[in-house]
């Protein structure tokens, strides 16, 4: 097989109440076909101990007070301590701790980006040239050219922009067009004030892309000031009557902006 057309897996996984496509390319060395397993094993293993619809999930354990933190697996303390860094990071706004009625602690804002990029990156580490993982919509690359197109939230199957990327980024949105506003204002309880369409963000790393996502949604009209100050990190926003923003940066990564 000539280096023009290089090995390729595929897969496809369901898990977490969602969807995982797999592309891995360059993939030459059987510890790639190995280690896509491992991360499959991986997501199953996160959603038994992080789900919040799960009874018996460690998570759920913990936030009924039947488990110490310190008799937690050490997923649950790395989480954790993510989520208590992008709190103060984003001053509040993104909390583990504002779910819904009778749950005391859902860290689920972080757990699957932290979740993908992990999955991603033992893939990678296997010897794979370009790896694709998406999670429900947030993916994580590596290697590349790749192009990822963004949804359209007022538009069922269009697409808002395409950003391309060569090397290692990170794509998350947020917003109600899948699940409803399951986002909230963490000082409120309620749906953000000024709230978009939809919001995605653009870094290295899925864990702060998702977890930043997540909180600048929940800031609403306030998210584009603070996105703009952060380092690495870029975003594009549309809002409900279908006018877009994005950050300064952001144009380097737009293959074909929407109209």
């Keep these: 097989m000539s280096d023009n057309n290089p090995p390729r897996l595929r897969h496809v996984e ?3 109440g969602t969807v995982f496509s797999f592309d891995v390319r360059g993939a030459r060395d059987p510890r790639v076909r190995a280690a896509l397993d491992e991360a499959v094993a991986g997501l199953h293993r996160v959603d038994a101990v992080f789900s919040t619809f799960r009874a018996d999930s460690e998570i759920s ?3 009924r007070g039947e488990l110490a933190l310190a008799q937690c697996s050490a997923e649950v303390r790395e989480v954790l301590g993510l989520c208590e860094e992008a709190e103060r990071r984003t001053d509040g706004w993104f909390t583990p701790r504002y779910a ?12 699957k980006g932290w979740a993908v990029e992990r999955a991603a990156r033992t893939i990678a580490a296997a010897g794979a040239g370009k790896v694709c993982l998406n999670g429900g919509g947030d993916v994580q690359l590596t290697g590349g050219p790749w192009r990822v197109g963004i949804a359209d939230p007022l538009r069922p199957g269009g697409l808002a922009t395409v950003v391309e990327a060569d090397g290692e980024l990170a794509v998350a949105t947020s917003g109600p067009a899948e699940r409803g506003c399951h986002i909230l ?24 892309a998702d977890t930043w996502a997540t909180a ?6 306030r998210a584009r000031e603070w996105l703009e100050g952060l380092p690495d990190v870029e975003a594009f926003a549309v809002a409900p ?4 923003w994005h950050t300064s940066g952001f144009g380097r990564f737009v293959a074909k902006l929407s109209a």
């Design 14 to 16: 369901h898990c977490m």
């Design 61 to 63: 354990r913990l936030g």
């Design 100 to 111: 819904g009625p009778g749950t005391a602690l859902d860290p689920t804002g972080l757990v």
């Design 185 to 208: 204002d963490p000082r409120t309880g309620e749906p953000p004030a000024g709230r978009l369409a939809s919001l995605t963000v653009v870094c290295p790393a899925l864990t702060e």
């Design 216 to 221: 600048g949604y929940a800031m609403g009209g």
């Design 241 to 244: 009557d279908g006018t877009t």
